[in-house]
């Protein structure tokens, strides 16, 4: 079972990351470069307010039916046609709470109409990881893979298109949605299908005595989805609403660090995506896990402190390296939105687990508490420093969610904590250390240092056994 799951977790990385950097570097950054910080950052600011209500598309039941289905396969046939019905009724509410908000908000004739297309975008999105929480509840793992990325690959080639060709006339922000919106659409009709064609199940019997006791099981999901966006997606609403005339720019910005750091988390919530059933299988058989939870652990230590090493020495390069309009004063928040990596990894990991072991009142607590921490911190820290108060509420808040969740974990389980595991990661952090300020003694340039330095911290992870080669090769 362990040996199937990491296979699996082994290409569902590699297909993405193959593809998702392409999107990342070669579209994404190259929008906001073309269109320039501010109008992206009229885009961030309305993607993460359409983002923040995304929860009523599920109410909690793509994490609920991954859940269930792991624990009994006939859950899929029996109930999906109606779990489809429910996300048909959820969607209307979506939209027609986004818009209403938007109008009290005094949302600007754009902002709508940016709005529009970003809340469709979401719905098509939700079909995707409806039809993905499926796959991987049953082990479907090419499939999830698949679709992890199919999407991608149209956005990216319609982007291609629009921007590296002169047949469409001057990009704007609009077409980049609407180039999603078109990829998102292909995306969402064929996981369906492949859902009702290997899960066996017909679309859609509404029934809506039936489904009231399904909406019920997966409302504390819902609450844990709602808690958890809040906290993560809050920070672009409020430097509209607390920045005046520098709102957008300010938001392009933290997009423009906030971006790497979303290309990197793309392997804890992959990692994650895979663990959540698994852990909920062996839970419920009272089989071990330690094995698997703590091979996790290194896979975060060998990837997370080189990553750090790097934006610590390298950040003005990078920035400058990547953005047309950047400058010193993107530096500070860049860095503290980077620092984020190692607890956002710690929460996909020990946030699943909870999830698996179904202590989503934990979760919920400690992400109210957190939210609160966020609000707070970004109310007194915006007005002033904008982009940098937003980065300065992020890792504060990211912290003390890893840490509370790491903590009860640690607390309530038989984990079999591994003192030489700290004591592997704290020579791993002394020597890479060493390397990288020795590399920095010499004046070729700094693209090669990376080079170097990464070349040695993957060898040096493989020598500790961070990363356990002899593990993988019998994957």
């Not at 969402?188 to 290997?198: C, E, I, Q």
């Not at 793309?266 to 089989?287: D, E, G, T, V």
């Not at 990894?345 to 400690?366: E, M, P, R």
């Not at 915006?382 to 912290?399: M, V």
Request: charged share 10%; net charge neutral.
């Amino acid at each position: 079972m362990a040996q199937k799951l990491f296979r699996s977790i082994f290409f569902l990385v590699l297909i993405n990351l193959l593809v998702k950097p392409v999107w990342i570097f070669g579209i994404d950054l190259h929008v906001q470069n073309v269109v320039g910080a501010e109008d992206y950052g009229l885009y961030f600011i309305v993607f993460n307010f359409s983002f923040l209500f995304h929860v009523l598309l599920d109410m909690g039941i793509h994490q609920f039916t991954n859940r269930e289905v792991a624990q009994d396969r006939r859950f899929l046939s029996e109930q999906f046609a109606k779990l489809f019905a429910i996300k048909g009724l959820l969607a209307i509410i979506y939209f027609a709470v986004s818009f209403a908000l938007a109008g009290i908000l005094g949302f600007s004739f754009i902002q709508k109409k940016l709005l529009f297309f970003l809340v469709i975008n979401q719905m098509l999105l939700s079909l995707i990881l409806f039809s993905r929480s499926n796959f991987t509840a049953m082990q479907w793992y090419a499939w999830d893979a698949f679709f992890s990325v199919f999407d991608r690959v149209l956005s990216i080639l319609l982007c291609v298109l629009l921007l590296y060709t002169s047949s469409f006339g001057t990009f704007e922000i609009m077409d980049f949605v609407y180039a999603q919106t078109i990829a998102l659409t292909l995306g969402a009709l064929f996981s369906l299908s492949v859902v009702a064609w290997k899960g066996e199940v017909i679309f859609p019997r509404l029934e809506l005595k039936s489904l009231w006791p399904l909406i019920y099981k997966s409302l504390p999901y819902a609450l844990v989805v709602l808690l958890m966006t809040i906290y993560t997606r809050i920070d672009a609403v409020m430097l509209e609403a607390l920045l005046d005339d520098s709102a957008n720019l300010q938001a392009g910005i933290y997009a423009a660090a906030y971006r790497i750091l979303d290309a990197v988390n793309m392997i804890p919530f992959l990692l994650a995506s895979l663990l959540i059933p698994y852990f909920a299988k062996q839970l419920k058989q009272q089989a071990d896990f330690q094995d698997v939870l703590w091979h996790a652990v290194s896979l975060m230590i060998s990837l997370a402190i080189p990553f750090l090493l790097l934006i610590y020495f390298f950040h003005a390069e990078l920035i400058d390296l990547m953005y047309t309009e950047g400058n010193p004063s993107w530096y500070p928040s860049f860095q503290l939105l980077m620092f984020c990596f190692p607890f956002v990894f710690i929460s996909y990991l020990f946030g699943g687990f909870l999830t698996a072991a179904g202590y989503l009142k934990q979760i919920s607590v400690f992400a109210f508490i957190t939210i609160g921490l966020n609000i707070a911190l970004n109310y007194f820290l915006i007005p002033d420093s904008g982009a940098l108060g937003a980065a300065i509420a992020t890792i504060a808040s990211q912290a003390l969610m890893a840490i509370a969740q790491l903590s009860w974990v640690m607390r309530h389980w038989e984990t079999d904590f591994s003192w030489k595991l700290l004591l592997k990661t704290l020579l791993y952090f002394g020597i890479l250390l060493i390397v990288i300020l020795l590399l920095n003694t010499f004046s070729f340039t700094w693209l090669l240092k990376i080079a170097i330095f990464a070349l040695v911290a993957i060898l040096l992870s493989v020598a500790l056994r961070l990363l356990n080669i002899k593990k993988l090769i019998h994957l």
